[in-house]
């Protein structure tokens, strides 16, 4: 089956540096891949959304100079929180979305980020 | 706006069964999932429904009446470790999908 692997799984940084959270479609390409954050006992929340070899589109309330993503491949997209602060401290999880199947999103295991 | 409602939490015993339900107003439909996520790790994919109707997976059904906008995921013989949130999400027209909030579900023995 189609598996989508993070790194790293989990992460502790301290406030002011920048965290890169690698994505990767380990046995499918990922033509479009979708970077998800959620805040203790809540639902997922979109930030955005990214295909390979165009910019990413974020969502309303993101800041993109903030959270970088990268989608150099179809296989690899990257999420950099840059300059990070403790209110950015949660969990991260990214999917991917083949072409062939639109509308089926397999979820990586996310990462988990603590800012101190 | 897009809105998908479920339950908070809900609490049932080892061995019986549960329905948690859900209902949702969305920009267009292509489908309706359920996902189980527990504590700390990401969501695992239960169910897809496209069609009205019930769709029968093991211990686990789900039903979707587009004309209602409504599903329930239907868990049998409840076990310990079905100790869990549910989520449910629509996609809409764009193929993005929308999230409800989870329903956590608590087992008791």
């Known amino acids: 089956g189609a598996v989508v692997s993070q790194h790293p799984s989990r992460v502790i940084c301290k406030s002011g540096t920048s965290v890169k959270i690698e994505c990767r479609s380990l046995?499918?390409?990922?033509?479009?891949m979708f970077w998800y954050r959620q805040f203790p006992k809540k639902s997922l929340m979109l930030m955005a959304t990214?295909?390979?070899?165009?910019?990413?589109?974020?969502e309303q309330g993101v800041e993109k100079d903030k959270f970088l993503i990268n989608h150099a491949s179809l296989t690899l997209s990257t999420l950099t929180v840059t300059s990070a602060h403790p209110e950015d401290s949660s969990f991260y999880i990214c999917?991917?979305?083949?072409?062939?199947?639109?509308?089926?999103?397999?979820f990586g295991p996310g990462t988990r980020l603590l800012v101190l | 706006g897009q809105n998908i409602d479920q339950p908070t939490e809900m609490t049932a015993t080892e061995g019986a069964i549960v329905q948690i339900n859900c209902t949702y107003q969305?920009?267009?439909?292509?489908?309706l999932f359920w996902y189980q996520q527990h504590a700390g790790e990401a969501p695992t994919f239960l169910s897809y429904?496209?069609l009205d109707g019930l769709e029968e997976k093991g211990r686990f059904s789900s039903f979707l009446s587009r004309s209602k906008g409504y599903s329930y995921l239907l868990l049998k013989e409840l076990q310990m470790k079905d100790s869990a949130s549910y989520l449910c999400?629509?996609?809409?027209?764009?193929?993005?999908?929308?999230w409800g909030a989870g329903t956590k579900l608590i087992i008791k023995p």
């Open positions: 990214s295909n390979e070899g165009s910019k990413a589109t974020y």
């Open positions: 046995d499918f390409q990922a033509t479009t």
């Open positions: 429904n496209v």
């Open positions: 999917s991917a979305r083949t072409g062939t199947s639109i509308e089926t999103q397999y």
């Open positions: 969305t920009s267009g439909f292509n489908g």
């Open positions: 999400a629509v996609l809409d027209s764009n193929y993005q999908l929308i």
